[in-house]
């Protein structure tokens, strides 16, 4: 079976002045993308090979969904005209529809479905509709030809939608969802309590209160005594200042809300405060009240500062590294090697040395108790290909590029975040530790990191972990 997804400008177009910049296939509901919804819904019917068609292009789309591995499914993309009909639609895309059952999805609009339930959307249909609400139409049929002329036809029968027709019906859905529905989607997050979920490196600091139902994203501060809940739904990388109170409230991602506010029935996306009843929006100047959070990347100076430390670093340790490495070659016990090692999420790569050594000889414990199984990296800092301070190296394959998927922070070093931590390699803690770090990132943020790790033993396994990744 495969499903064919229609998002149209006209039906969704009113979303873009509350989140410019995204399009509205993925607006979230209790953190997860309703595009998303959509896809589990088509698997739940059995679906295996979807077609996402948008009259406005959405680079995001593309990019959050590839080409469907992580869902197992097949997706593909397609664009069409504005107020193109479904008849149309169907004989353009004749070649992927032809010859087997369709499900078809027209229309902005949340699909209510239980994951437990499992879904036969051809039993007892024949005339291709299988539900309608006021803002679009679930068809389905054996045989596309029955669905010829539908988009004319009298669409009446209205079970399991609702429609997305203004910024509340949004907010209603997300609440009902959190506070109803939980059990029967797949949502982001694992359960702690009954109705609270979380994310990952989630910081709940001492005289939080946190009423369910909830549901927090990823690279969340709750900060002493805020109160959160019920009805609350966190995005990623947001941070909640002491005393804060909300309630029944959306806090989209990157967003700060500071000390000793009170909101309820609202909608917080960055500096903006929405009433999703009026869709009134108001603007808040004050950056100590609220204020976006944007990922940091390394500026021109951070990256100047870290050139420089390297070539400090450098001179410091090449007269050790190339005595005690010689001492090693000469009993056999050392070598280096190059492998590849991401650099983005969009999984570029970069081939960097490795070095393997024998650390039980009194050579090789010198060695390592040094750190100079760094010093081979520092030269692509120097050449400006790698951070001297940054995330974990992550060796080139398969599972590491599904990682960094949901990972657009990363950004490797020659010294790894988690080092300047008490954490085993490859363990939730060492995540944790690398994602906090990467939200948190700056020039004197990574300086600590480094005081931390070259002037206490970790270091002396800041290079074993990447090894350890490596097939030998």
């Known amino acids: 079976m495969k ?5 149209r400008e006209r039906d969704c177009g009113w979303l873009r002045e509350f989140y410019p910049g995204h399009h ?10 309703l595009l998303e919804f959509k896809l589990d819904f088509a698997m739940l019917c059995g679906c295996t090979e979807v077609r996402i068609v948008v009259d406005e292009s959405g680079p995001d789309i593309e990019t959050y969904f590839a080409g469907g591995e992580r869902w197992g499914l097949d997706i593909s993309y397609s664009l069409m005209k504005a107020d193109e009909s479904i008849d149309s639609l169907l004989l353009k895309n004749s070649t992927f529809c032809h010859a087997v059952p369709l499900l078809l999805i027209d229309g902005f609009l949340f699909i209510h479905y239980d994951k437990a339930k499992g879904c036969d959307p051809l039993a007892g249909v024949d005339t291709g509709l299988l539900s309608s609400c006021a803002s679009g139409t679930v068809l389905v049929t054996e045989d596309i030809r029955c669905m010829k002329s ?15 027709t203004c910024l509340d019906d949004l907010f209603q859905i997300s609440l009902q ?13 694992y359960g702690t309590d009954r109705g609270i979920l979380l994310g990952q490196n ?6 939080v209160a946190i009423v369910p139902p909830v549901i927090i994203g990823d690279n969340v501060r709750l900060l002493g005594n805020a109160q959160i809940g019920p009805g609350v739904v966190i995005g990623s990388r947001v941070i909640i200042d002491s005393g804060t109170q909300v309630k029944r409230s959306i806090v989209q991602q990157g967003s700060y809300l500071g000390r000793e506010l009170f909101l309820s029935e609202r909608i917080i996306s ?14 808040i100047e004050d950056g100590c009240l609220l204020s976006p959070i944007t990922p940091q990347t390394p500026g021109y100076g951070g990256r100047v500062v870290g050139t420089l430390l390297a070539m400090l670093l450098a ?8 005595l005690l490495a010689g001492l090693q070659k000469i009993q056999h016990d050392w070598h280096l090697e190059y492998r590849n090692f991401l650099l983005t999420e969009r999984g570029d790569c970069l081939a960097l040395p490795v070095v393997r050594n024998n650390r039980h000889s009194l050579a090789g414990k010198l060695f390592s108790a040094l750190g100079l199984a760094t010093f081979p990296l520092l030269a692509a800092v120097i050449r400006g290909k790698l951070l001297l301070v940054g995330n974990r190296l992550l060796a080139d394959h398969r599972a590491n590029r599904e990682l960094l998927r949901g990972f657009p922070e990363y950004l490797p070093g020659a010294f790894a975040y988690s080092d300047s931590e008490d954490v085993l390699p490859g363990s939730m803690e060492e995540e944790i530790a690398e994602r906090y770090h990467a939200a948190n990132r700056g020039l004197g943020h990574d300086m600590r990191i480094l005081q931390k790790i070259v002037w206490s033993n970790t270091s ?11 097939p030998l």
């Open 3 to 7: 499903a064919l997804i229609i998002f």
């Open 150 to 164: 539908i988009s004319d036809g009298s669409l009446a029968q209205d079970f399991a939608l609702s429609p997305l």
């Open 460 to 470: 002396a396994h800041a290079t074993d972990k990447p090894a350890q990744s490596l």
């Open 270 to 283: 960055g500096d903006r405060v929405i009433s999703p009843r009026d869709g009134a929006i108001l603007d």
């Open 315 to 322: 001179a410091v340790w090449v007269v050790p590294y190339y």
């Open 24 to 33: 509205p296939a993925m607006v979230t509901i209790c953190n997860k993308p």
């Open 202 to 207: 989630v910081e709940i600091s001492r005289g």
């Open 177 to 189: 969802v959190l506070e109803a529905e939980q059990a029967h989607y797949v949502l982001p997050g």
